[in-house]
């Protein structure tokens, strides 16, 4: 038998080490809100590339007059403008739908039409009398020329954010769809597990039910207690080993009983059992796959080896079971291409499972990690 343990939850309160200081509640709640706004960014973008533009670009030629600077603020709506028609327009109707040559010219245009502006805006300001903005106020193709370039390096810099941040979130909703279909494909492997298992163990019981055995209220305790750790135990993610290795005894003893004296299953374990956690209902698929495969028809005394290892943070499971024909690994039975599944589903290429035959054994060796 294995030594239960009854968990111990560590209550951090109880330390006498001092909780960092950490915002009230709602403060982290306004905070939190506050981050998510949209506009909040976008302003503070602005408010930047003003301060850039105006006090650094500017200033390096020492420009001082307070009113230029002013002056400039009417450009900004016409610089939004292109950046916005940038990210809401061209971006995901031209850009995102691969049709590159549209996207250059519409926004060739719209660059264009913003240098066309600010140089009429500059006009403006000259005719009423600012010798700053008269200097380049001529629409001329040389000043068309420079507005144009300016307003290309904003959308240039703009549109790389733009670029990055839907990047990031396509690559967020990716990993999250592939979680929710990995979780909806083990949810659906293990249910099909469970009618598969009940459905053997069920035919077991009415064959004794038939002889009207008295080993038949022994099983039904047994298979009460496989049922309460299926609906109750094995709904988490990962549960603990020794209670894993409860259930695989319950489903032994259901089968001695059934098999009687002409059964014999020596069970080996070595390890710390009692430490390590593993996803539930995958290794009674293996145990379960040996009696339907080596054990149904022979009628001669039977010897199932089974031998569990815990070493260096991998499990290592082996089942030995006697065959009267070779069984394809292949056709091995839905049990253990579910059991294949589930662990290609929940390591990837950290595991090994290996099926041999030699000798008339068919024989199970399984290594995956546990924590």
Known sequence: MIAQRTPVLINPSSNN????????????????????????????FWILYYFFVCVVFYNAYQIHDFTFYLQFILFMPFSAALV?????????????????????????????????????LKQLYA?????????????????LFLETTAMFYLTGFTTSFKLSKDW???????KEKEK????????FLKAQIQPHFFFNTLNNLYSLTLKKSDQAPDIVLKLSALMSYMLYESNTPKVSLSKEITYLQNYLDLEKLRFGQRLVVIFEMEGPIEEVSIPPM????????SF????????SKIQIDITLKVEKGYLLFTVKNPVEENIPTANAGIGLKNA???????????????????QNEFIVSLKMPVC
């Open 17 to 44: 080490i001092l909780p960092a200081v950490q915002l009230p509640v709602e403060s982290r709640l306004q905070l939190s809100a506050l981050l998510r706004k949209r506009w909040l960014y976008h302003t503070l």
């Open 84 to 120: 916005y028609v940038n990210f809401y327009v061209l971006i995901p109707f031209f850009l995102y739908r691969k049709k590159y040559i549209y996207y250059a010219l519409l926004l060739l245009l719209a660059l264009l039409a913003t240098a066309f502006i600010d140089q009429l």
């Open 127 to 143: 005719h009423f009398g600012s010798t700053l903005f008269a200097i380049t106020a001529d629409l001329n193709f040389q000043n």
């Open 168 to 174: 990031i979130r396509n690559q967020q909703l990716m």
């Open 180 to 187: 929710q279909y990995l979780e909806t494909e083990l949810n």
């Open 282 to 289: 995958i290794l009674i698929l293996f145990l379960e796959n």
């Open 292 to 299: 339907k495969h080596g054990v149904k028809n022979t009628l």
């Open 340 to 358: 294949k599944r589930r662990l290609e589903l929940l390591y990837g290429n950290n595991y090994r499972l290996d099926f041999s035959e030699k």
